[in-house]
C-alpha cells in the first residue's frame, strides 16, 4: 500500500540555524500539505499546496517557512531560522480528494 | 478558536466492549469529516470518513455517525480490542479539493484485556 514518507525521523539543531524537512508524497496525489504537533497539544494546520503553489497558509506560516517542490516527487518544508517554539512533531500529508494521508513525522528539537 | 473539539481526553473500555468516541465542531461551513489513530511518535492513520450529506458510515468495526443538527460526531469500536489502544483524533474539513484539516484535541482509549 502506497505510503508518505518523511525524512529525517529526528532532527536537532541550534535555534537560528535553518532545517529542510523532506517529505515524499503518496505518487499519484496532487495535493500536499505540512502540520505540525507541539508536544501535548493538537495538530495544526501549517500550509497546504496545489499545482507547484500555496494554495492556503496559517498564522503560523510566517516569512521563516517556505515550502517546495524541488521535482517530481519530493515536497520540503524550510525554516530558515529555527526559534526554540518550533520544537515540535511536524507531519507531511497529501491527497487524491478529501482524504488526506499522513506521514510518520519529523521530530524537531531546536535547542 | 476551537472548531473542533473532543471532550474527553481519555476513555477506558473493556476488551469486546463498545467504545464510543464524541467531536464536536461549531463551523456549519464543514462538509466532510474524518477520524484519524495516532501512536506516539508515529503520524495519524486514517480510519473512516463521512460527508456532511451522509448521517452513518460504516467500515468493519467502526462505524462514524454524524448528527449536523447538533453539530455532533461520533465514532464507535465495536467490538474493541486491545490493540485499538492509541490517540483518536477527529478532524474537520470543507470540502474544496485540498482544504485544510481542523483537528480535535484526541481521545485517548485504552482497551483493556
Known amino acids: 500500500e502506497p505510503e508518505v514518507t518523511q525524512t529525517p525521523s529526528h532532527q536537532v539543531t541550534q535555534m537560528g540555524q535553518e532545517v529542510i524537512l523532506r517529505c515524499v508524497p503518496i505518487s499519484n496525489h496532487l495535493y500536499f500539505y505540512w502540520y505540525r504537533q507541539i508536544l501535548g497539544q493538537k495538530v495544526e494546520f501549517l500550509v497546504s499546496f496545489y499545482n507547484n503553489e500555496i494554495s492556503e497558509k496559517s498564522e503560523i506560516f510566517d516569512d521563516q517557512f517556505s515550502v517546495e517542490r524541488p521535482d517530481g516527487s519530493n515536497f520540503t518544508l524550510k525554516i530558515r531560522s529555527t526559534k526554540l517554539e518550533d520544537s515540535a512533531m511536524y507531519f507531511c500529508a497529501s491527497s487524491a480528494t478529501e482524504t488526506q494521508y499522513f506521514g510518520p513525522g519529523t521530530r524537531l528539537l531546536v535547542l | 478558536d476551537q472548531q473542533v473539539k473532543q471532550n474527553s481526553p481519555s476513555l477506558s473500555v473493556q476488551e469486546g466492549r463498545i467504545s464510543i468516541l464524541n467531536c464536536d465542531y461549531t463551523n456549519s461551513m464543514f462538509d466532510y469529516f474524518l477520524w484519524y489513530k495516532k501512536y506516539p511518535a508515529e503520524g495519524p492513520t486514517f480510519l473512516i470518513s463521512?460527508?456532511?450529506?451522509?448521517d452513518k458510515n460504516e467500515d468493519g468495526r467502526f462505524t462514524v455517525f454524524l448528527n449536523k443538527s447538533a453539530k455532533h460526531l461520533s465514532l464507535h469500536i465495536v467490538p474493541s480490542q486491545p490493540g485499538d489502544s492509541a490517540v483518536y483524533f477527529c478532524a474537520a474539513t470543507v470540502y474544496n479539493q485540498g482544504g485544510k484539516l481542523i483537528f480535535g484535541q484526541g481521545t485517548e482509549l485504552s482497551v483493556k484485556p
Open positions: 463521512i460527508s456532511s450529506i451522509k
